[in-house]
């Protein structure tokens, strides 16, 4: 038997959830199960206590449960993240989304690959309620080039983590209510390098009546106001000259993509 735990896995997924969509977080767990020849996982699904029939459902998978602490996205991961037992690398799932065959094993063998990476990330199809691909998002290399000035082309379900770099960062902004992964990243920036790939590896759920123009709005205010903090100084009085631009190109792009899943 080698020194680590025969039963500590070497990647921890995260899927909080509000339980409110059951038939897709089943979805998602299954994806998990089908990377389980291939990796070493454990998951930890963060849920309100109150939803037995979905924790039930949810505990046929080889789950550990964790009570949603109720104050937002960021706190719900981050009461994930406390339960670690060892594992070397974190991604986050939503409860709509799901890894596609070999996603995790391709992240972790890139980590695995270069020990300055603290991020990998692939490419991930944007769908729709009936898995129809609406668009794949496979900007490699040019998303890690962006993220500090342009959009945020790194999707959540298909970057993993170093562990350690993400406790040494302090782990999400319990502050921040939608662009919290924006925010990890670019102080993961600061420690080390982003690996990559143009294979997918997950899809994310997309949902215009969860992601209305007007969440784009606050979404672009936030997410502004979260680069603009790790600008260097000098440069922050030239942020509104691509900072604006930058909003409405993601404005039209959500419009476009509402318009596919119509």
Same mark, same amino acid.
């Given at each position: 038997?080698?020194?680590?735990?025969?039963?500590?896995?070497?990647?921890?997924?995260?899927?909080?959830?509000?339980?409110?969509?059951?038939?897709?977080?089943?979805?998602?767990?299954?994806?998990?199960?089908?990377?389980?020849?291939?990796?070493?996982?454990?998951?930890?699904?963060?849920?309100?206590?109150?939803?037995?029939?979905?924790?039930?459902?949810?505990?046929?998978?080889?789950?550990?449960?964790?009570?949603?602490?109720?104050?937002?996205?960021?706190?719900?991961?981050?009461?994930?993240?406390?339960?670690?037992?060892?594992?070397?690398?974190?991604?986050?799932?939503?409860?709509?989304?799901?890894?596609?065959?070999?996603?995790?094993?391709?992240?972790?063998?890139?980590?695995?690959?270069?020990?300055?990476?603290?991020?990998?990330?692939? /490419?991930?199809?944007?769908?729709? !309620?009936?898995?129809? @691909?609406?668009?794949?998002? $496979?900007? &490699? +290399?040019? *998303?890690?080039?962006?993220?500090?000035?342009?959009?945020?082309?790194?999707?959540?379900?298909?970057?993993?983590?170093?562990?350690?770099?993400?406790?040494?960062?302090?782990?999400?902004?319990?502050?921040?209510?939608?662009?919290?992964?924006?925010?990890?990243?670019?102080?993961?920036?600061?420690?080390?390098?982003?690996?990559?790939?143009?294979?997918?590896?997950? /899809?994310?759920?997309?949902?215009? !009546?969860?992601?209305? @123009?007007?969440?784009?709005? $606050?979404? &672009? +205010?936030? *997410?502004?106001?979260?680069?603009?903090?790790?600008?260097?100084?000098?440069?922050?009085?030239?942020?509104?000259?691509?900072?604006?631009?930058?909003?409405?190109?993601?404005?039209?792009?959500?419009?476009?993509?509402?318009?596919?899943?119509?």
């Amino acid at each position: 038997m080698s020194a680590r735990m025969a039963d500590q896995a070497d990647i921890l997924v995260v899927l909080p959830t509000l339980g409110d969509r059951p038939e897709k977080l089943v979805r998602a767990l299954k994806s998990v199960d089908a990377q389980r020849p291939d990796v070493s996982v454990r998951v930890v699904v963060v849920i309100p206590e109150d939803k037995k029939d979905v924790i039930a459902q949810a505990k046929a998978h080889q789950v550990d449960i964790v009570a949603d602490p109720g104050t937002g996205m960021s706190a719900a991961i981050n009461a994930g993240l406390a339960t670690r037992r060892g594992e070397q690398f974190y991604i986050w799932l939503g409860d709509d989304d799901y890894y596609q065959p070999g996603g995790l094993a391709t992240l972790r063998d890139m980590l695995l690959a270069d020990d300055h990476a603290v991020v990998a990330y692939g /490419a991930c199809d944007y769908v729709d !309620d009936g898995g129809d @691909v609406l668009w794949t998002s $496979k900007a &490699g +290399r040019l *998303a890690s080039v962006l993220i500090g000035k342009g959009p945020n082309l790194v999707p959540h379900p298909a970057a993993m983590m170093r562990l350690d770099a993400l406790e040494q960062v302090g782990g999400y902004d319990e502050t921040l209510s939608l662009v919290m992964d924006l925010d990890v990243l670019l102080k993961l920036k600061k420690r080390g390098r982003f690996a990559h790939t143009t294979q997918v590896v997950s /899809a994310f759920g997309w949902h215009p !009546d969860s992601l209305t @123009v007007n969440d784009r709005k $606050k979404s &672009g +205010r936030e *997410a502004r106001m979260v680069k603009r903090r790790h600008l260097p100084a000098p440069l922050r009085i030239l942020e509104p000259l691509w900072e604006y631009p930058v909003g409405w190109a993601s404005l039209l792009a959500a419009h476009t993509l509402n318009r596919k899943r119509n």
